[in-house]
């Protein structure tokens, strides 16, 4: 009697880069929580971390979800994004106008000088004409994008912008930018390798953030 054969095992699902749905919400903000501080885990370090994703994630997907993209771990977990807009002017209305009700309340402007590293970052939320900085005005997009650590440094992140650069080339939008930490020297490294260059923006220095920028034309590396 002939035995059937053995059953071959699945194949390991891949990672992949899809777009943005309603469903990775919450691992949206938890991967915004865990790289907010230099890169690194902000919860030991603020009492309430939920700020971050409700200034640096949420309201990009909540705006133009079109121009989200997340890093799936092959089994229906985002594990890294890429998020940003179009047109940062326009951002900025529609962030008025449309983001900051929903939110507002949850984490008021502080009333007094800063006490705690919390109440340094909430004005942040409270003020999206920030985002408004004439020397990038060339620049009219500008981007998020964040991996959790064990998933950095494996060709995911380039992929990630890949993807975000030609949904901007698709709209026909010519270059976009983005702000870092001085600090985050790894990161830099990174968009060094993907063409961004600095933009030179007074007192940029004083506030611990670099500018960087690049056209959304394929790699010119």
Known sequence: MTSAPAPTPAAAAAPEIRPYAPADRPALDDICVRTAHVG??????????????AIFAAPY????PELAFV????????????????????????????WLPLVADRYPEPRTPPRRPDDAIVPL???PERMLVPEV?????????DLLPEWQGRGYGRALMEAFLDA????????????????????????????????????????EVTYLGRATNPDPQ
């Open 137 to 145: 005005a060339a620049y009219p997009a500008h981007l998020h994008i």
């Open 168 to 207: 901007l080339r698709t709209k026909g939008v010519p270059a976009v930018h983005l702000s870092m930490l001085t600090a985050n020297t790894p990161a830099r490294s990174f968009y060094d390798r993907l063409g961004f260059h600095e933009i030179e923006v007074p007192g940029a220095e004083s506030t």
């Open 40 to 53: 690194q885990d902000s919860r030991p370090h603020y009492a309430d971390p939920g700020i971050f994703p």
């Open 71 to 98: 890093l799936d771990d092959g089994h229906g977990q985002a594990v890294g994004y890429v998020l940003g807009t179009a047109d940062t002017p326009r951002f900025v209305e529609d962030y008025r106008a449309k």
């Open 61 to 64: 997907v909540h705006l133009e």
């Open 125 to 127: 939320l409270h003020h």
